[in-house]
């Protein structure tokens, strides 16, 4: 039984806890939701919700090309992630929805190498406002954002629009892409040669202790 209700925990077949806010960490019921959210005590993941604010969706605005929308978005992607990563810890991966549905609407979703990082991230900006609004921050259960994507927005084929239930990710431009998580490797490149630079002295010291003991010189 224990391992029957193991393998359909998260899934449709599960009539306690919720799929989708398992899947995606959001949920268009909300609190009314007829299953349970079970929201994480740890994660890799934190979640700011509505927080980007896509100007093609902004019907008070004049019309801008797309063009100008990718400026704007790989602007606001740029100045949340180098604050981040600065801040709490190393990013292995960040997204944006651009999906028009209350509960995904400018969702951010941060995933933080350590897990110790996202929950400092989570702390420090629940005290925080972007934009004059004062930010909500939560940890997420969503680590794997294949599941939580739709594949058919992915290949051009969703027919549900800005409405469907699985994250449509805004894509940041590929310069953007290349120079950001390239931060993180010439960070690990950088602690790992701090590392290989401390074990070589280490080393040194501990051959100078033993020659000292020894009685050479």
């Known amino acids: ?15 306690v806890n919720c799929s989708f806010y398992f899947k995606i960490g959001a949920c268009r019921h909300g609190d009314k939701c007829s299953r349970l959210h079970n929201k994480p005590t740890f994660s890799q993941t934190i979640v700011m919700p509505n927080v980007y604010s896509n100007p093609q969706h902004n019907q008070t605005e004049s019309v ?21 990563e600065d801040k709490y810890g190393e990013i292995e991966e960040m997204n944006v929805c651009d999906n028009l549905g209350d509960h995904l609407v400018g969702n951010v979703y941060v995933k933080f190498r350590r897990e110790e990082d996202a929950e400092k991230a989570m702390n420090a900006l629940n005290q925080r406002w972007f934009n004059g609004r004062p930010l909500t921050c939560d940890l997420s259960p969503v680590t794997d954002f294949r599941e939580a994507c739709c594949r058919q927005y992915e290949l051009g084929e969703c027919t549900r629009g800005g409405f469907c239930n699985f994250m449509h990710l805004k894509p940041i431009s590929r310069d953007l892409r290349k120079r950001l998580y390239g931060r993180s490797k010439k960070r690990s490149r950088s602690r790992s040669r701090s590392r290989d630079r401390s074990h070589r002295r280490r080393s040194r010291s501990r051959d100078r202790d033993r020659r000292g003991r020894s009685g050479r010189y």
């Open 64 to 84: 801008i090309s797309d063009a100008e929308v990718q400026l704007h978005f790989d602007e606001f992607f740029e100045e949340i992630f180098v604050e981040m």
């Open 1 to 15: 039984m224990a391992e029957y209700l193991a393998s359909i925990f998260g899934t449709e077949k599960d009539k």
